[in-house]
């Protein structure tokens, strides 16, 4: 079984401060690995994803995550947030033998302050 | 892009009473759709996977007969919580597969129930 574990559940942060959001996951084959982002009173919303190729994945808006296959482990970094950046961010995985079923973390509450 | 409508966004109902949640896509055809279900505080719960025209598969430990799930269309999946209970209370948010190959998914803004 696929699980996504992220260790920062509340993360608060002056604007243009750098960001760097931690996601482990753990599944015994190749996986498919992403980031999602929900802003308040809205849906999920893809940031960026890794499927194969270049560990660094660079998404939207900034965002980049690399993809450390011996540490199991898919970090989300932004150089320097914004104000607007304040929303939930969730790390998904899904085992490339496992369906197409997503599995996610518990999600990580970013507040960036003025 | 592939857009997901979940209705509705909010409801109250009264313990006993069974809820409708509907999950349409807009302007594609969703073969495949998710369910999930979140905790304060807490991710994302996979309840079930629905394929249109057949029966849905349940996740372990999610009651099938509370959670009923139909995938009539291919644009149109609901989800019925039947006999609520204030338990059930949380929010329900639905997921489609973009495509073919599992690479994208879209999702609905969220169903955020109460039961009273």
């Known amino acids: 079984a696929q699980s996504v574990s992220q260790h920062n559940h509340h993360v608060i942060l002056s604007e243009a401060a750098s960001l760097e959001l931690g996601c482990n996951y753990s599944?015994?084959?190749?996986?498919?690995l992403f980031w999602y982002v929900q802003y308040p009173g809205q849906h999920l919303q893809l940031l960026l994803k890794?499927?194969?190729?270049?560990?660094l994945v660079k998404g939207i808006k900034g965002f980049e995550a690399e993809f450390i296959k011996s540490k199991f482990s898919f970090n989300l970094r932004k150089p320097s947030v914004q104000w607007s950046d304040t929303a939930e961010y969730f790390c998904?995985?899904?085992?490339?033998?496992?369906?197409?079923?997503?599995?996610f973390g518990t999600g990580t509450q970013l507040k960036v302050e003025l | 892009g592939a857009v997901v409508s979940q209705h509705p966004s909010r409801v109250i109902c009264k313990s006993g009473t069974s809820v409708k949640i509907e999950c349409r896509s807009l302007?594609?055809?969703?073969?495949?759709m998710f369910w999930y279900r979140q905790f304060p505080k807490k991710s994302l719960m996979l309840m079930a996977t629905?394929?249109?025209?057949?029966?849905?598969?349940?996740e372990q430990g999610v009651e099938k007969d509370k959670f009923l799930i139909n995938h009539a269309s291919l644009t149109l999946s609901t989800l019925t919580v039947t006999s609520a209970h204030p338990e059930d209370s949380s929010f329900y948010i639905c997921?489609?597969?973009?495509?073919?190959?599992?690479?994208?998914?879209?999702f609905g803004s969220g169903t955020r129930l109460t039961v009273v």
């Open positions: 629905s394929n249109e025209g057949s029966k849905a598969t349940y």
């Open positions: 890794y499927f194969s190729g270049d560990p």
């Open positions: 599944y015994g084959g190749t996986v498919n």
């Open positions: 998904a995985v899904k085992g490339t033998g496992g369906g197409n079923k997503l599995t």
């Open positions: 302007d594609f055809q969703a073969t495949t």
């Open positions: 997921s489609a597969i973009i495509g073919t190959g599992g690479y994208g998914y879209t």
